[in-house]
Nanobody, 119 residues
Framework: VQLQASGGGLVQAGESLRLSCVAP???????????MGWYRQASGKQRELVAR???????DVADVVKGRFTIFRDNSQKKIFLQMDSLRPEDTAVYYC???????????WGQGTLVTVSS
């Protein structure tokens, strides 16, 4: 499973970015069977959950970004997005797209996209 993430960049605190992740080689019916999400890893820290879809379609969002970040998906495009508003310097990290199969729990990672927030 190939996942392509994009949309990272350098912004100032308080600004917004939208990340995108596409699964180009996945047919639509297969894409729907995956829980898609975003994780991030800051320099010197462990990778952590940002937001993801769960088996029942509900969103699991980390407390540190709740109210500022929104995850949504467009199944017709086989894409997920992460709308990041009111960015803070502590949001600086490499953001990874993640896919987990709902039945087998097989996991796949995208290549990561760097988000840098300056103060």
């Amino acid at each position: 499973v190939q996942l392509q993430a994009s949309g990272g960049g350098l912004v100032q605190a308080g600004e917004s970015l939208r990340l995108s992740c596409v699964a180009p080689g996945m047919i639509l019916s297969v894409f729907r069977g995956y829980n898609m999400g975003w994780y991030r890893q800051a320099s010197g820290k462990q990778r952590e959950l940002v937001a993801r879809f769960q088996d029942d379609g509900s969103r699991d969002v980390a407390d540190v970004v709740k109210g500022r970040f929104t995850i949504f998906r467009d199944n017709s495009q086989k894409k997920i997005f992460l709308q990041m508003d009111s960015l803070r310097p502590e949001d600086t990290a490499v953001y990874y797209c993640h896919a987990e199969h709902q039945s087998t729990r097989s996991e796949y990672w995208g290549q990561g996209t760097l988000v840098t927030v300056s103060s």
